[in-house]
């Protein structure tokens, strides 16, 4: 079993800046991808932006330029740094880690973005 626990979720204005960080624990041997999801009310669940173990990165073209997404592999983290943030961005946000095959999530940070 792998354990995900996220932090920095909070209510920020909006044009302002926020940083989530997940660190995964357990029966780890090779986390494959880490990533970042985000649902808003009443809509689906969606990709903010992933990570490989090579460093390769993915980001939601809602977010590209804003928001960063880095990892620690040795500590196993993984960190989102989220710049210029507008009121669309409020959403509960998941981390996702993929380890030999399985998704494991955690269970969510909530981000609120004021007007």
């Known amino acids: 079993q792998v354990q995900l626990v996220e932090s920095g979720g909070g209510l920020v204005q909006a044009g302002g800046s926020l940083r989530l960080s997940c660190a995964a624990s357990?029966?780890?041997?090779?986390?494959?991808?880490m990533g970042w999801y985000r649902q808003a009310p009443g809509k689906q669940r969606e990709l903010v932006a992933s990570?490989?173990?090579?460093?390769?990165?993915n980001y939601a073209d809602s977010v590209k330029g804003r928001f960063t997404i880095s990892r620690d592999n040795a500590k196993n983290t993984v960190s989102l740094q989220m710049n210029s943030l507008k009121a669309e961005a409020t959403a509960v946000y998941y981390c996702?880690?993929?380890?030999?095959?399985?998704?494991?999530w955690g269970k969510g940070t909530l981000v609120t973005v004021s007007s």
């Open positions: 990570i490989t173990s090579s460093s390769r990165t």
């Open positions: 996702d880690v993929v380890v030999i095959g399985i998704d494991y």
């Open positions: 357990g029966s780890i041997f090779s986390i494959n991808v």
